[in-house]
């Protein structure tokens, strides 16, 4: 079952346990309030500690450390990679042809609509969500029916916003971040600070930079490139997470670069 942080205790945890669930998937995107506040979660890290606390207590088996955690990932991500499955996003596999439509829709940064309870939207550079709560909801439809409904201050887009969602999603898939788009919508100073931003990421080998053709840009290339702004524009044209030690750090990546 599905479940975000802050909207079960341990006494719902028994009582769903009890209705024959077994399993449990949290919906945490990060932890650090900065990246959670920027996916738009109702949630903070307090509340990710508590439930990941709630899960321990009731669960008949003690919570992986985040060691095991990582040499679970690698050994699945080896596996799968040797079974010919393609790693196309950070918590998917697929062969080749058969990626999630509906997850590249969201990490491609597309517009989608939502529908129900606490479901969300993007459109025309909008991000919206519905009431969470049934009683809230039914007061929302009902003013949505009335046609008095409009977007918050909060839903309009900031600049700055806009290029970290872009960032955050694109750091999700294998193909990164396409810098000739970023470029075109956020301008050529801030590719160039991205570039210099996740050099030691890039000498690190968390962060690879790839060519128009795809190539992988060796690190001392990359490194001598930073100190010509047209030259990395021409030959620096995606940035991504490597894979899997890129990803496994992926929220700390994004949140070192973007955090004010």
Known sequence: ME?????????????????????????????????LKACGTAHGVEEVHEAIGVVGTC??????????FAEFYKTASR?????????????SYCKDNFESKRNLTYWDNKPFYGFGLGSASFLGGFRFSR???????AGYVQNLEDGVVG?????FPDPKDMAMDAVMLSFRTAKGLD?????????SSLVHSLGKAYRPFVESGHVVCLDRHRRVITTDRFCALLSDEEEI????????????????LSNELIFQVIAP
């Not at 596996?79 to 918590?91: G, K, P």
């Not at 977007?151 to 839903?155: A, I, K, N, T």
């Not at 810098?179 to 301008?187: D, M, N, P």
């Open 3 to 35: 479940m975000d942080p802050g909207t079960f205790d341990v006494v719902k945890m028994k009582e769903l346990m009890g209705l024959g669930v077994n399993r449990v998937s949290l919906g945490v995107q990060a932890f650090q309030d900065e990246l």
């Open 59 to 68: 669960g008949e088996f003690p919570l992986p450390s985040e060691t095991q």
């Open 79 to 91: 596996m799968l990679s040797d079974a010919r499955y393609n790693h196309y996003e950070i918590s």
């Open 131 to 137: 009431p969470k709560k049934m009683k809230v909801y």
């Open 151 to 155: 977007l918050s201050d909060d839903s």
């Open 179 to 187: 810098l000739k788009s970023f470029r075109k919508t956020f301008g």
């Open 233 to 248: 524009e021409e030959t620096v044209a995606f940035i991504r997470l490597s894979d899997p030690d890129g990803f496994l």
